[in-house]
């Protein structure tokens, strides 16, 4: 992250998040969600996450699409820290026990729940999956709206593009917005619903850009420097 994916990701885009706080001092395990419109989501996010979280963050990959061939599954699980999942089934694989596992050994899951990416870069519906592993063992879940991203890298690009502009290229814009983490009651439905109206909504968070990787303007100062 650090010596590959963030320069990378600097020459392409200026990035941001907003909701920052809502996240700071949250500890895990969590269930956090995202929309989905970029194979460069996931690494904005874990990117803009605190490193507390980033570290001990698990990224839920679709086994018929990473997993196919053991070459590209090995690259992905090794950048990415992924566990497989079958995009059947609302959203959980048939054999869902790792992911139980894995919360239970106190890991954050990362999980895409409306199951592909966008075509439209407008949220769809989410399915079940996220909610009803954060109503069985009773943890938050973060909801996560991601926007240009698909800009930046849409559907059926392998890479990154800068925006075409004279005299010089351009970076891409993108926000990272967290919004307030929603409390499990047992009632998947209602987590459902929640998730999805903050998708629609456009995401409702606020504050300060605050990456791992951004430095502070002096020393104990609260005032970060935006990383453009």
Do not use: C
Request: hydrophobic letters at 35%.
């Amino acid at each position: 992250m650090r010596f590959i994916l963030n320069p990378a990701m600097d020459f392409y885009t200026r990035r941001r998040a907003t909701g920052y706080e809502k996240i700071a001092a949250l500890k895990g395990p969590v269930i956090l969600v995202a929309n989905h419109a970029s194979h460069m989501d996931t690494p904005v996010i874990l990117s803009a996450l605190p490193r507390k979280l980033r570290k001990k963050t698990v990224v839920a990959a679709a086994a018929d699409y990473f997993y196919r061939k053991r070459s590209i599954a090995w690259i992905v699980s090794l950048l990415f820290n992924t566990t497989p999942i079958d995009r059947d089934g609302g959203g959980l694989s048939k054999d869902g026990s790792h992911l139980d596992n894995l919360l239970d050994q106190g890991w954050n899951l990362l999980l895409y729940p409306e199951g592909t990416r966008s075509r439209s870069g407008v949220p769809g519906r989410i399915r079940r999956g996220a909610a009803v592993l954060a109503a069985n063992h009773h943890l938050k879940i973060v909801p996560i709206r991601v926007t240009g991203t698909r800009e930046a890298m849409p559907p059926g690009r392998i890479w990154p593009k800068r925006l075409r502009a004279v005299p010089v290229s351009r970076r891409h814009r993108i926000t990272v917005s967290f919004g307030e983490p929603i409390s499990s009651d047992g009632d998947a439905g209602q987590l459902i619903e929640r998730v999805q109206a903050f998708f629609e909504s456009g995401g409702n968070g606020s504050g300060p850009y605050r990456s791992p990787y951004t430095k502070l303007t002096a020393k104990g100062s609260g005032s970060p420097k935006r990383r453009d």
